[in-house]
């Protein structure tokens, strides 16, 4: 199972499961881990008969919400604690520096900070890294309106006291109300399509997507492919 580690205070639940969805239709098996302090999956994937822990299936995703770490996920499905988890890819949700230590992220195969440029989005979510001893390789998923130079220079003068290096390629993801919009209709709907998903969000997630499957040799062709079948609701 691969763990690709999506860090920051910034709502991420939405993005994710559009990552996730395309990751499917490309024939991937994908666990979603809300390992966050809000636990925002809870209200926004729907689920028949919530308990503390749980795992549910949306749109061919499995989301796991109130878990503490992977042996509580293993008791819940049945398994002892050396068996393995069997899914592809399991994305994880973290805002909390135990969330990472306690879901192993140290061993994922990504890993990305995602934050807007509110101050309270890009400290809150750095607070998440501030205990972390080993040398993290980061990618950045900003989400701003205007994507200034002064805004990602402002995010890496609050994280010089984190042990983080840098990736050199960002993904920048448009502030837009439409995307919003959008969003907003997929919840109450209880459905990922994204017809009226601006270029710039699809992009975004078409480019994280060929990250994430870069050792597969799974390119933009076949992901822009799956993406025009979740626009033509697939």
């Given at each position: 199972m691969n763990k690709i580690t999506f860090i920051g205070a910034y709502?991420?639940?939405?993005?994710l499961l559009y990552v996730a969805k395309i990751l499917t239709l490309l024939g991937k098996k994908v666990l979603i881990v809300d390992a966050t302090i809000m636990q925002k999956a809870k209200y926004v994937v729907p689920v028949i008969h919530p308990t503390k822990t749980y795992i549910t299936?949306?749109?061919?995703?499995?989301?796991?919400?109130?878990?503490?770490?992977?042996?509580?996920?293993?008791v819940y499905l049945g398994l002892n604690s050396v068996e393995e988890i069997q899914y592809d890819y399991c994305i994880i949700d973290v805002d909390t520096f135990d969330g990472y230590s306690n879901f192993g992220c140290q061993e994922?195969?990504?890993n990305y900070f995602v934050t807007s440029f509110d101050v309270y989005?890009?400290?809150?979510?750095?607070?998440?890294?501030?205990?972390?001893?080993?040398k993290i390789q980061l990618t950045k998923i900003l989400f701003s309106r205007d994507m200034l130079?002064?805004?990602?220079?402002?995010l890496e003068f609050?994280?010089?006291?984190?042990?983080?290096?840098?990736?050199?390629e960002k993904i920048y993801l448009?502030?837009?109300?439409?995307?919003?919009?959008?969003?907003i209709v997929n919840q109450r709907t209880a459905k990922i399509n994204f017809r009226n998903l601006?270029?710039?969000?699809?992009?975004?997630?078409?480019?994280?997507?060929?990250?994430?499957?870069?050792?597969?040799?799974?390119?933009?062709?076949?992901?822009?492919?799956a993406v025009r079948k979740i626009e033509k609701g697939a």
């Amino acid at each position: 199972m691969n763990k690709i580690t999506f860090i920051g205070a910034y709502d991420k639940t939405d993005f994710l499961l559009y990552v996730a969805k395309i990751l499917t239709l490309l024939g991937k098996k994908v666990l979603i881990v809300d390992a966050t302090i809000m636990q925002k999956a809870k209200y926004v994937v729907p689920v028949i008969h919530p308990t503390k822990t749980y795992i549910t299936e949306f749109e061919e995703i499995d989301v796991a919400v109130g878990f503490q770490d992977f042996d509580e996920i293993r008791v819940y499905l049945g398994l002892n604690s050396v068996e393995e988890i069997q899914y592809d890819y399991c994305i994880i949700d973290v805002d909390t520096f135990d969330g990472y230590s306690n879901f192993g992220c140290q061993e994922a195969i990504k890993n990305y900070f995602v934050t807007s440029f509110d101050v309270y989005s890009l400290k809150k979510g750095l607070e998440a890294l501030s205990g972390i001893e080993e040398k993290i390789q980061l990618t950045k998923i900003l989400f701003s309106r205007d994507m200034l130079q002064e805004e990602d220079e402002y995010l890496e003068f609050l994280a010089m006291s984190c042990n983080i290096e840098w990736e050199k390629e960002k993904i920048y993801l448009p502030f837009d109300r439409g995307d919003q919009s959008v969003i907003i209709v997929n919840q109450r709907t209880a459905k990922i399509n994204f017809r009226n998903l601006s270029a710039q969000y699809k992009d975004g997630l078409i480019f994280l997507t060929e990250g994430i499957l870069e050792k597969e040799g799974i390119g933009g062709g076949e992901i822009r492919k799956a993406v025009r079948k979740i626009e033509k609701g697939a």
